[in-house]
Every structure is written in C-alpha cells, then in structure tokens.
C-alpha cells in the first residue's frame, strides 16, 4: 500500500505509515459519486482541449492516456478527490504500464474521434463507441463489488 500523505510504501494490515506517522483506514472502495466527480474534472479538461483544434485534440489524448501519472495519486480528478490507484495483487501504487492500461482503450476512440471530425459518418460512430464505453466502465464501477471499472480488472487495479 502507499501512504495518502507521503506516498511511501507500507506493508499490508498496518494502518499508519512508518515514515510520516498518518494515520488511514482500511483501504475500501472509493464511493461512486467520488469516482464520478473526478472522472468529470477529467473529463472537462480533455474536452476543452479536443474542442479547440487538432493539435490540442492530440494532447487530450495524450493527457488521457497518460493522466493516471501525472500525480503520485493518478489523475488531477483523482488527486483533488484523494483517490488512490493501487495493484489489486501486490497493494502498492500501481505501476506505470497498470496506469496506462487502465485509460488504453478510451485514449484509442479518442484519438479516433479527434482524427476523424470532420467526417460526420464516422465520427457519430466514434462517438457512439465512447459513449458505449463510458456508460458499460460506469456501470461496472457501480455494480462491483470492488468498484472496479472492466479496464481496472485488466489492469488488475482498484483504486482506494
């Protein structure tokens, strides 16, 4: 596990961190309207960057294949809502290729959607996709026992 305060490593059970003394709860699933509020800033973000151009469509990809590694907690959303991405298996903060796993396949449509804008046909169903996409991650992170979206279960990540 990694500390909420310092971000170190600490063994699994203990509920202080060795090197800064904060003391945190058990690790459980972050509530849903958390998850939503920190997908929305996210979501904000890369949408006013697809909006003002091609090149800048470009960078919300690649802020949204690479937003879960910008902070030690992942995201801007997940920084200001205190959520954390850990490995389901090893319960440390999850590696770069796990954090980049986790946003791969939306990254892909985005790119898809920023490429293909001015072609209508193929952009609705881009659009489609995604829209698809975010509703099927969302239902998972709703019904989950975990509160794992599908790509968190491809990743083998959970976020706490």
Do not use: W
């Not at 169903?125 to 992170?141: N, R």
């Amino acid at each position: 596990m990694n500390c909420p305060k310092c971000g170190d490593v600490f063994e699994e059970g203990l509920y202080s961190c060795p090197s800064c003394g904060d003391y945190f709860p058990k690790p459980e699933k972050v509530e849903f309207k958390k998850r939503i509020i920190a997908a929305i800033i996210d979501m904000v973000i890369v949408s006013i960057l697809v909006f003002m151009g091609l090149i800048t469509g470009v960078l919300a990809t690649v802020y949204m294949l690479f937003r879960d590694n910008l902070t030690k907690k992942g995201s801007l959303g997940k920084l200001l809502m205190g959520i954390n991405i850990i490995d389901i298996n090893k319960k440390t903060r999850a590696a770069v290729n796990q954090r980049i796993g986790r946003n791969f396949f939306a990254a892909v449509l985005l790119l898809l959607f920023v490429f293909f804008r001015n072609i209508i046909l193929i952009n609705y169903i881009v659009a489609g996709v995604l829209a698809i996409y975010a509703a099927a991650e969302f239902y998972y992170i709703y019904s989950d026992e975990k509160g794992q979206r599908l790509s968190d279960k491809l990743s083998r990540t959970i976020l706490v």
